[in-house]
Nanobody
């Protein structure tokens, strides 16, 4: 069992920055990879960024603007978001992938105004 709690969401103007945090607890040793997903109203959930032992992934729209990182000592995942655009507006979810299961946080709202 893994529990994930996101924080850091909110309202920001275009061009601004936000830093999301995801605190993990429970069976941390079962986690192989972690990532950030987002879902806008009426759209499917998409993977924004992911991190494993030595690799990171970014969707094209996030590449160059977002940075995913993980502090293993604190069991916390981060997503630094810079130069935000209105198109980034969505609910952002923290996800952890284990051998048998994917674990999800409840999500945090990001709203970018122009």
């Amino acid at each position: 069992q893994v529990q994930l709690v996101e924080s850091g969401g909110g309202l920001v103007q275009a061009g601004g920055s936000l830093r999301l945090s995801c605190a993990a607890s429970g069976s941390i040793s079962s986690i192989n990879a972690m990532g950030w997903y987002r879902q806008a109203p009426g759209k499917e959930r998409e993977l924004v960024a992911a991190i494993s032992s030595g690799d990171t992934f970014y969707t094209n729209s996030a590449k160059g603007r977002f940075t995913i990182s993980r502090d293993n000592a604190k069991n916390t995942l981060y997503l630094q978001m810079d130069r935000l655009k209105p198109e980034d507006t969505a609910i952002y979810y923290c996800e952890a992938t284990g051998f048998e299961h994917a674990y999800w946080g409840k999500g945090t709202q990001i709203t970018v105004s122009s």
